[in-house]
């Protein structure tokens, strides 16, 4: 079956512009989470979904950064008035319900360049 | 605070060698750990993952890992290596029900 989707895989956009990226998680997977892949660091969780529920927005860096989920599916990673230091792989996963014995299973990112 | 530390940032090895990536955490409870791969341009996939009994876990691809308690370590191995490992290697621990903590990666350079 078809995994995880993301896009678009590449943004290039200027200072100060808003972005959303849109994440497709596996069919049934109950639930989503983001992170950001920065140079030279970890992956940093930054919010997690249980259906359409943010049970956990803990990690959203500044209130410049927002997400929703809808239909228990897609989701979306709004970035308002980006700066330089958003520019990152951002990632998604999903997994088929909130454990630590589920696997998270990730897609293949966004490249965001700010410039 | 739980975290996750790769000591090693470029490991260069030549293929046909063995190759063993380290991984240290700090967790309170009994950790949950996985590793992940990361080709280029590629999202993260499960190597293979720990949670209780045989402190060997075997994954795919022909890793395994090895987790000691007394050193809170959860290295991962892998007795010969093909050109097609090359790629970033990250470790986690689950924190709580869900979220995960990965450590900053350990990128595989093979030489042929």
């Known amino acids: 079956g078809a995994g995880v989707s993301q896009s678009p895989s590449n943004k290039v956009t200027e200072k100060g512009k808003d972005v959303e990226l849109r994440c497709d998680p596996i069919s049934g997977h109950t639930a989503l989470y983001w992170y950001r892949q920065s140079l030279g660091q970890g992956l940093e969780f930054l919010i997690y979904?249980?259906?359409?529920?943010?049970?956990?927005k803990s990690g959203l860096p500044s209130d410049r950064f927002s997400a929703e989920r809808t239909g228990g599916s897609v989701s979306t990673l709004t970035i308002q008035r980006t700066q330089q230091e958003d520019s990152a792989v951002y990632l998604c996963?999903?997994?088929?319900?909130?454990?630590?014995?589920?696997?998270?299973?990730f897609g293949p990112g966004t490249r965001l360049t700010v410039l | 605070a739980q975290s996750v530390t790769q000591p090693d940032i470029h490991i260069t090895v030549s293929e046909g060698a063995s190759l063993e990536l380290r991984c240290n955490y700090s967790y309170g409870a009994t950790p949950y750990l996985f590793w992940y791969v990361q080709s280029p341009g590629q999202g993260l996939q499960l190597l293979l993952k720990?949670?209780?009994?045989?402190?060997l876990v075997q994954g795919i691809k022909g890793f395994e890992a090895e987790f000691k308690r007394s050193q809170s370590s959860f290295n991962l191995r892998k007795p010969s290596v093909h050109w097609s490992d090359a790629a970033e290697y990250f470790c986690?621990?689950?924190?709580?029900?869900?979220?995960?903590?990965f450590g900053t990666g350990t990128r595989l350079k093979v030489l042929a």
């Open positions: 986690a621990v689950a924190s709580g029900t869900y979220k995960y903590i």
């Open positions: 979904f249980q259906g359409n529920s943010a049970p956990d």
């Open positions: 996963a999903s997994s088929p319900r909130r454990s630590s014995y589920n696997e998270q299973f």
């Open positions: 720990y949670f209780s009994g045989d402190t």
